[in-house]
């Protein structure tokens, strides 16, 4: 995609669920390259906060998926840090603007050992 190519950095708003309480998150994150960025995310919810550095891997078989179907806004993604490993996708609406849906499961940082699961959706600017 060549707009994801010209973005170095992004930052996104988003609102979802953590473990049946509702609230919100932050998130920012550097390109290393095409396919991988470095992120940090925090998040305050009704009976949680949340926080996580991490790594983003775009999954390159979408690449193929918009090849056959000619549909590059669509683009699924592997997150994995500390301490929360997810899938989501972009939605991308321009070539700054995208739509991102995540889902994760993160480890209590209270307890270290309880994993409660969080559902989010938001919007991301890529600069």
């Avoid at 790594?55 to 997150?79: C, H, M, V």
Wanted: proline residues 2%; negative net charge; aromatic residues 18%.
């Amino acid at each position: 995609m060549s707009f994801l190519l010209a973005a170095i950095c992004y930052l996104g708003l988003s609102g979802g669920v953590v473990d049946h309480s509702s609230g919100g998150s932050v998130r920012a994150g550097v390109y290393a390259d095409e396919f991988f960025a470095v992120e940090v995310d925090a998040g305050r919810y009704e009976q949680h906060t949340t926080g996580a550095v991490g790594a983003l891997w775009r999954w390159q078989g979408a690449e193929i998926y918009n090849r056959f179907f000619g549909y590059s806004k669509f683009d699924p993604f592997f997150t994995v840090g500390v301490p929360k490993a997810g899938v989501g996708a972009f939605y991308y609406l321009d070539d700054n603007w995208a739509i991102r849906a995540d889902v994760d499961a993160r480890l209590d940082l209270e307890t270290w050992r309880e994993v409660w699961c969080s559902a989010s959706i938001g919007l991301q600017y890529d600069f």
